[in-house]
């Protein structure tokens, strides 16, 4: 069983950086692959980024490449994403998600476990 729990998001003006954070309980938070979603109003939950347990795999949707990053500290148990470069339709809540594989996935339904979910909003 893996517990998440996100952080960090907030409100940012465009062309801004946030930094989120996502902290896991559990012994074995290096056997699992991590990612992110967003979920704006309205529409259906979205990749937007993907880690290997080593960090050495990570995968990005063509909509946050180059302004998205993934990294993840597995002594810490946390896995973050650095956000910059932000634009208005980038605003959604941002989930956590663990994935019981070390190989990373963009696939909504690979992932186990879901933390609840941290707001950030881009001001036009």
């Known amino acids: 069983q893996v517990q998440l729990v996100e952080s960090g998001g907030g409100l940012v003006q465009t062309g801004g950086s946030l930094r989120l954070s996502c902290a896991a309980s559990?012994?074995?938070?290096?056997?699992?692959?991590m990612g992110w979603f967003r979920q704006a109003p309205g529409k259906e939950r979205e990749f937007v980024a993907t880690?290997?347990?080593?960090?050495?795999?990570?995968d990005y949707p063509g909509s946050v490449k180059g302004r998205f990053t993934i990294s993840r500290d597995n002594a810490k148990n946390t896995v973050y994403l650095q956000m910059n470069s932000l634009k208005p339709e980038d605003t959604a809540v941002y989930y956590c998600?663990?994935?019981?594989?070390?190989?990373?996935?963009?696939?909504?339904?690979?992932?186990?476990?879901w933390g609840q979910g941290t707001q950030v909003t881009v001001s036009a």
């Open positions: 998600a663990a994935r019981a594989n070390r190989a990373p996935s963009s696939l909504r339904y690979e992932y186990q476990y």
């Open positions: 880690i290997s347990w080593s960090s050495r795999s990570t």
């Open positions: 559990g012994r074995t938070f290096g056997a699992y692959a």
